[in-house]
């Protein structure tokens, strides 16, 4: 049974929740089956990936979640084009492609989420995002299955025009090129390096606002470090939020004013929410 009742998820900050309907399906069809399911009952979908980039603030989340996960996890390759499922995970796509001589996904090396969350978010590294790569994307929208072509995507800096929690992203086509596999390997070490000095270890949520400039603002407002319970603004890279031990969502959330307040009242800047909010 791919439907469980008062379910546990947890995200990769470490928080953990029931909630009422958890969906772990590994089909169109179960999907679709689920969707009609929540119509009948009158009950909100939230879509979840690996919960890399989501914040969990209730202990009981109400309504169906719909896991993409290892459950859609398929792949096909002809030529330079990749056809991914959206469970397939970013960093292990990345591994696929380096194995086929592809170049394009290097960027994804070690982000800890779904090619489903990545599409949704514009994931993106170094300057590259996966956004420029897509050629199109197969999406439940409604108990249908459609097909959005590149044309009709829109990608910018950690957003697209997918549908929040009402467009399933299934499965997506990237244009990749050909190259040289030594040279692949080497773009992947150099970003995987750079990580790991720049980004903390402890359980995160990823970044949490989307300017690519937050994290200097951060510092600069004199935040680094701030504490509310276990959720601490990390001293390596300001714009995660870390969990130093039992920290609830509800900590992260009033970090996450504080830094919003401050932001505004001495620079003048709105931050804005890179991760999504599950209620
Ligand atoms: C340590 C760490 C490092 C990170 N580094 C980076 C980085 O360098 N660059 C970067 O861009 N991100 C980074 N992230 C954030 C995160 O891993 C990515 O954004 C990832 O793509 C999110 O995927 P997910 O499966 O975890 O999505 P989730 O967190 O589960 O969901 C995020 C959002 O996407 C939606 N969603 C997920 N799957 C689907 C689907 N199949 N269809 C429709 N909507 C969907 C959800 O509803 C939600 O709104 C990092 C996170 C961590 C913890």
């Not at 993409?68 to 292990?92: P, V």
């Not at 509800?250 to 004013?257: C, G, N, Q, T, V």
């Not at 830094?259 to 599950?278: F, G, T």
Request: net charge positive; glycine share 8%.
């Amino acid at each position: 049974m791919y439907l469980e009742k008062h379910a546990l998820i947890e995200n990769s900050f470490g928080v953990k929740s029931r909630c009422e309907f958890l969906a772990k399906t590994e089909s169109i069809e179960e999907i679709m089956e689920c969707l009609r399911f929540a119509k009948e009952n009158n009950l909100k979908v939230n879509i979840l990936g690996r919960g890399t980039n989501i914040l969990i603030c209730n202990n009981e989340i109400v309504g169906l979640i719909i896991s993409i996960n290892n459950n859609l996890s398929d792949y096909s390759i002809q030529d330079n084009i990749i056809t991914l499922q959206a469970g397939i995970g970013l960093s292990e796509a990345s591994k696929i492609a380096l194995k086929n001589r592809l170049s394009g996904l290097e960027f994804a090396e070690g982000i800890p989420g779904t090619i489903g969350g990545a599409i949704f978010g514009n994931a993106g590294a170094f300057g590259e995002i996966i956004g420029t790569l897509v050629q199109k994307v197969k999406i439940i929208d409604i108990e249908k299955l459609i097909v959005k072509e590149k044309k009709n995507l829109q990608f910018s800096h950690r957003q697209s025009n997918i549908e929040k929690n009402r467009e399933i992203i299934i499965e997506v086509e990237l244009k990749l090129e050909k190259k040289n596999k030594k040279e692949i390997q080497e773009k992947m070490s150099l970003f995987r390096e750079i990580k790991k000095e720049t980004q903390p270890k402890e359980r995160s949520a990823g970044c949490i606002f989307k300017n690519n400039q937050a994290g200097r603002i951060i510092d600069e407002l004199g935040l680094k470090g701030t504490k509310v319970g276990d959720a601490e603004i990390s001293e390596k890279h300001a714009n995660f939020i870390v969990n130093k031990g039992k920290a609830m969502g509800s900590d992260m959330l009033k970090l996450i004013e504080i830094i919003k307040k401050k932001a505004k009242k001495e620079k003048n800047i709105d931050l804005e929410l890179e991760i999504s909010i599950l209620k």
